[in-house]
């Protein structure tokens, strides 16, 4: 099962991610791309994204705190094809990457996380990637 986060920030603040290194938060969205293979699937990923996390174990885990989820973008099956769907994020009009190495310590991508000032268009990414493609409002 692979997904997408579409986040809201309104802050500018400086924040630490892990060992990563920091990030600058800008006023946008944010898009992270990940996969829900592992142990209670995807309810359990989705219902750990969607709280905040009092320890945090991911990259994205540290973002959450200063941003908002706006949607969810999903596509249920096995195939691990978040790296895909990141380079089709990353090529997109608009995006750019905030932090590299967020959310792809484990991969090849330049990262799982971009930035777009105005809010990306899900018509547009489902087009990219495939009419299989469903959405949770938050």
């Known amino acids: 099962m692979r997904y997408v986060l579409v986040l809201s920030s309104r802050s500018t603040d400086l924040i630490q991610i892990g060992r990563l290194g920091s ?7 944010y898009i992270y791309v990940g996969s829900a293979l592992g142990p ?9 994204h969607l709280k905040p996390s009092r320890r945090p174990h991911w990259h994205i885990d540290y973002l959450r ?18 790296h895909v769907w990141a ?13 590299v190495g967020f959310g792809s310590t484990d991969c090849g991508c330049e990262s799982h996380l971009f ?3 105005q ?8 087009q990219m990637l495939g009419t299989g493609i469903k959405t949770v409002s938050c």
């Open 40 to 48: 209670g699937g995807v309810r359990a990923r989705l219902a750990h």
């Open 87 to 99: 380079e089709h994020i990353r090529l997109s009009e608009g995006a750019s990457v905030p932090l």
């Open 23 to 29: 990030l600058q938060l800008q006023s946008g969205f």
């Open 119 to 126: 809010r990306p268009s899900r018509e547009r990414f489902r």
């Open 115 to 117: 930035f777009f000032q």
């Open 65 to 82: 705190a200063h941003t908002r989820v706006e949607e969810i973008w999903y596509w249920l099956d096995g195939q691990r094809l978040e």
